[in-house]
């Protein structure tokens, strides 16, 4: 279990470059060598997208490589800055619980509507479900990261990278 919580962005992330990358190669083969496109490829291709942007973004959350200005917290005093990362952590958590709460507010609205895709004919909340989903476990990873920064705060430790 251990295992699947260190890698779980991997798990989708790669599969979802690779079948995207793959479902492009063939769109861009049928286009310029058969002059004969598929229908559904460029949707699909955008939808795996949309799912690994936020698949990426809780995977940058947990290896804690998001994108902060580190000139803006070397500004404070040396001691001051653990408290500073702890509070930028803080907002991000903030920000994920935000936009995951939203997310299932749009994801009701969309399963109610019925709207499907207009290619795939796929019901649109799947799509709808990957800010709610992602966002949700970018929040788990920004606590994760918030206890890690407590406990090294506590033992005096420098924060190691996850």
């Given at each position: 279990?251990?295992?699947?919580?260190?890698?779980?962005?991997?798990?989708?992330?790669?599969?979802?470059?690779?079948?995207?990358?793959?479902?492009?190669?063939?769109?861009?083969?049928?286009?310029?060598?058969?002059?004969?496109?598929?229908?559904?490829?460029?949707?699909?291709?955008?939808?795996?997208?949309?799912?690994?942007v936020?698949?990426?973004?809780?995977?940058?959350?947990?290896?804690?490589?998001?994108?902060?200005?580190?000139?803006?917290?070397?500004?404070?005093?040396?001691?001051?800055?653990?408290?500073?990362?702890?509070?930028?952590?803080?907002?991000?958590?903030?920000?994920?619980?935000?936009?995951?709460?939203?997310?299932?507010?749009?994801?009701?609205?969309i399963?109610?509507?019925?709207?499907?895709?207009?290619?795939m004919?796929?019901?649109?909340?799947?799509?709808?479900?990957?800010?709610?989903?992602?966002?949700?476990?970018?929040?788990?990873r920004?606590?994760?990261?918030?206890?890690r920064?407590?406990?090294?705060?506590?033992?005096?430790?420098?924060v190691?990278?996850?």
């Amino acid at each position: 279990m251990k295992w699947f919580m260190d890698h779980l962005e991997e798990f989708f992330m790669i599969p979802l470059i690779f079948a995207m990358s793959i479902i492009i190669f063939i769109q861009v083969v049928m286009r310029y060598a058969f002059q004969n496109s598929l229908t559904w490829s460029e949707e699909l291709a955008r939808y795996m997208f949309v799912w690994l942007v936020y698949f990426s973004v809780s995977y940058t959350a947990r290896r804690e490589k998001h994108i902060r200005i580190d000139a803006a917290i070397n500004l404070y005093p040396k001691k001051a800055r653990p408290y500073i990362e702890i509070l930028s952590e803080l907002i991000v958590l903030g920000f994920s619980i935000f936009i995951a709460v939203t997310g299932v507010t749009v994801f009701n609205k969309i399963a109610w509507s019925g709207q499907m895709s207009p290619a795939m004919r796929i019901p649109m909340q799947f799509v709808y479900a990957a800010p709610m989903i992602g966002m949700a476990l970018t929040a788990i990873r920004q606590i994760q990261c918030i206890f890690r920064r407590v406990k090294a705060l506590k033992n005096h430790e420098e924060v190691a990278e996850a």
